[in-house]
């Protein structure tokens, strides 16, 4: 009874139907390959945000300028969910973990009755809606635990070449926002070398962004759980993921490891969440002249509006806040509408 | 009295003089700029593991082989003490740290009665000699937290710029192995992305990754401490590093900390260490058709020679066991014999 119940929540839990597909790679090569022709920056309307970047750009790769940067140390670091991609209804990693729950409390029934994973098997999607980042993170921690890192690998890639968006019934990977991709190209093709800084676990991110975004699996920071080194039962070595977080990336978390992997302030960093990115901005704007952008999601048409900066709705996914608002303006950071900025949102448009 | 008896430590703990140097940065552009010319691996006498190396890149690279790995795969892993640099007598991330004590104990006098402080304060050689590399991580903490990540830099960077090698007279940074050096650049001028994996502090070892061996700060996975994000008096955002160990890399760490930064099996990886570099050779080798390489101390008369493998003298610093040669003959790595294989040691000789 548990199974057929938990099957039929599962189905729901991924908020759309999952169908056959043609495989990722063909699909994700095409996103990869649109590099820059002509002007920089096509999908961006002309602006203090668009204007902004091509300054930032200029002032640090001109050999004349004051704020010239060397090549080596030309770093930019950007958030994933809600800047590079769509993190709402919710973020897609745990639309991801969320389908596991079923087969991890038939492993271990003993969590069917202990929280959070008693609210997420009850279906009650109001309540799974307010499910904390923490307890997010114990699920994430539940799921992809004990199991080889090939078989993570496996499971990812699975998912990512299947599941859809219930709103535009597209692979994930799709919902990448083409304004962020011309921004990826234009930084890459004057000498900078693009990092992701998530709050999502890096493993799952590495799975696509070389293909989605150009990032290479190396330049992905983000959350990340313990592994361990140990044989499997043909004494051949193998690394298996422990239940144990090592790296949070949640609030300052994100700058604190991304100076603990990569050991530099980034130039410039782009974000949109007043609990995961505001110490991140916050930190570049402060090295300097250095480009710190907050994407404002403010167009509920094409895509999402929330914040509740603005006054735009109030969400638990993806915050901006009044304050961070307030502090972007303050500081000088960059706030980028959605809505005014972005000529098209998705590549697809 | 502290203050001079740590004085006088201080220097005798340097195992050398510090003398005034020409700027580090000269001389490191030199090095980095011995680029492959004519044939590659030049400073290896031809022999099993020269042609082990070239047979490796021959068949990842060649389009028509079965065993070829696409660019974007081509990672390639190094250990450094022992491996890049030379380890003996001392660690020279160790002398470093060593030279710090005394300040610590002048701040923290509770330290002066506390292991293994007290030992390194009592300028016994012997004594410090067999510290474990578990006391060697607390003198790390201690001598490397509290402080501003930029202020650490700078204190690493004067220090790497001053201080000598007892035996040679030279800069550590001069000690890094020609021979090693051809493969960095062989590799890379064969599309393999070159990384550092190694037991000591990221955060010192990207102090001079780019311009001695030619890689990138964020291609360095070390041992690191926690970041804690704040703000300095002005209310400018600060990062310190906190007494708090986040990765350890010594023994299997190292493979487990190269996965959660990077998320990938190299394709070859070299060191030298039983108890650091053991299980990082062994999971490569298993991934198939790659190749591990373990380097052997067996040249007392160009530099040391140290197993206990082979009969070589036992000891504490960059230990090469029996066991682990039997290991690497089993399982077919390659053991480079520095007197055999490699014609110079250093660039200078």
């Not at 969590?111 to 309540?127: C, H, I, M, N, Y």
């Not at 900066?309 to 638990?316: E, R, V």
């Amino acid at each position: 009874m548990t199974t057929s119940h938990s099957d039929g929540l599962s189905r729901r839990l991924l908020l759309g139907a999952l169908a056959a597909m043609p495989a990722l790679s063909g699909l994700l090569d095409a996103t990869a390959a649109q590099a820059e022709t002509g002007a920089p920056l096509a999908s961006w309307n002309d602006g203090p945000a668009k204007q902004a970047i091509l300054d930032f750009v200029r002032v640090t790769t001109d050999l004349s300028s004051k704020d010239f940067v060397p090549p080596e140390e030309r770093i930019a670091s950007f958030d994933q969910d809600g800047t590079l991609w769509v993190e709402h209804p919710v973020y897609s990693q745990i639309v991801f973990c969320l389908e596991h729950v079923p087969e991890l409390v038939k492993a271990k029934p003993e969590l069917k009755d202990r929280q959070p994973f008693k609210t997420v098997l009850s279906g009650d999607r109001e309540a799974i809606a307010k499910l904390s980042m923490r307890d997010f993170f114990e699920i994430v921690l539940g799921t992809q635990s004990g199991m080889d890192v090939e078989a993570f690998r496996e499971i990812s890639r699975k998912w990512l070449a299947e599941a859809k968006h219930p709103r535009w019934g597209r692979l994930y990977t799709e919902l990448v926002y083409q304004p962020m991709i011309e921004v990826l190209n234009y930084l890459r093709a004057n000498g900078y070398r693009t990092f992701i800084a998530t709050g999502g676990s890096a493993g799952f991110v590495r799975e696509y962004s070389g293909k989605v975004y150009g990032i290479p699996p190396e330049q992905v920071c983000g959350t990340e759980q313990a592994f361990k080194y140990g044989y499997d039962k043909d004494h051949r070595p193998i690394l298996t993921r422990e239940p144990k977080l090592v790296l949070d990336n949640l609030e300052a978390g994100k700058i604190e490891n991304f100076w603990l992997m990569y050991g530099r302030r980034p130039y410039t960093a782009f974000g949109n969440s007043s609990s995961d990115d505001l110490q991140m901005l916050e930190y570049v704007k402060a090295g300097g002249a250095r480009l710190s952008v907050a994407v404002l999601h403010d167009d509920a048409k094409r895509e999402y509006a929330y914040g509740p900066a603005q006054g735009l709705p109030n969400t638990s996914v993806g915050t901006f806040s009044q304050e961070m608002y307030d502090i972007a303006k303050k500081q000088g950071w960059i706030v980028v509408s959605m809505k005014d900025d972005w000529k098209r949102i998705f590549g697809f448009d």
